[in-house]
């Protein structure tokens, strides 16, 4: 089912690209394989997508252990502080930067290992209880805290839009997000590059890209429900 479903998701986010003026190049979807075993990840990446995106810090490792650099990795999740030297010679991408203690420690783990990290920083944009990410009011005052640090560089911002049933629910809460992306990329700073806007997962990318989210991270749409007894 793979083939299939990543073939209508394809068409898909073509569509929308389309109606957002954009190409479907100008789109990067992640596969979003939390739970699901290596040799599915596989049949995935034979169909050509090598991007990857996990959301804990263990089951990344593991699975790097297996797949290693033959794909790109993302982390999704939220990190603990002290789990970030498993994670930081491995990870193309960090989504879930929420706190300037997470972002010193990758910075200091990242001169370790002599490299610039990438990171996205989280947006709480529905400010759900249940939900990490930051306030969009604390988005500034952040990237002030974190400008001096020379082993990261801000690529752009990342949401989990709260579960709805019709996703238009979300079109407004995508609007801000965007409008964020723009305003934050209008002033201009040493390790800050508004190229990201990481936003839509199964029930609602096409909303998202429409509104002009550039990664959008699909699990279901490609694997069908997860099963978490496995
Ligand atoms: C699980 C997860 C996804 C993918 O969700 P689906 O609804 O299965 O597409 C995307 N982003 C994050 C942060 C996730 O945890």
């Known amino acids: ?22 190409k479907r190049e100008d789109i990067l979807l992640l596969g ?6 290596t040799e599915r990840i596989g049949e995935l990446m034979a169909l050509g997508v090598t991007e990857l995106g996990e959301n804990k810090v263990q089951e990344l490792c593991e699975k790097y252990e297996v797949i290693g650099d033959r794909a ?18 491995k990870v193309k991408l960090i989504h879930s930067a929420d706190s300037v203690r997470l972002v010193k420690e990758i910075n200091s783990r990242a001169e370790k290992n002599g490299k610039v990290q990438d990171i996205l920083i989280e947006i709480n944009i529905g400010n759900e209880e249940s939900k990490s990410g930051i306030k969009k009011e604390e988005t500034f005052e952040l990237l002030d805290e974190i400008a001096g640090f020379k082993n990261i560089f801000v ?18 809460l995508f609007k801000e997000m965007f409008k964020l992306f723009i305003d934050i990329r209008a002033k201009k700073r040493d390790n800050v590059s508004m190229e990201f806007l990481s936003m839509g997962m199964t029930n609602d990318y096409e909303v998202a890209i429409e509104e002009g989210a550039n990664i959008v991270r699909i699990g279901t749409g490609i694997f069908g429900a997860r099963n978490y007894n496995k």
């Open 155 to 172: 690529k752009g911002l990342m949401t989990v839009a709260p579960f709805v049933e019709d996703p238009e629910e979300n079109r407004d």
């Open 72 to 89: 790109q990795w993302h982390l999704l999740g939220h990190i603990q502080k002290n789990n970030v030297k498993y994670i930081i010679d």
């Open 1 to 22: 089912m793979i083939k299939e479903n990543l073939a209508a998701i394809e068409e898909k986010i073509k569509k929308a690209a389309e109606k957002s003026g954009r």
């Open 32 to 37: 979003v394989t939390k739970t699901i075993d």
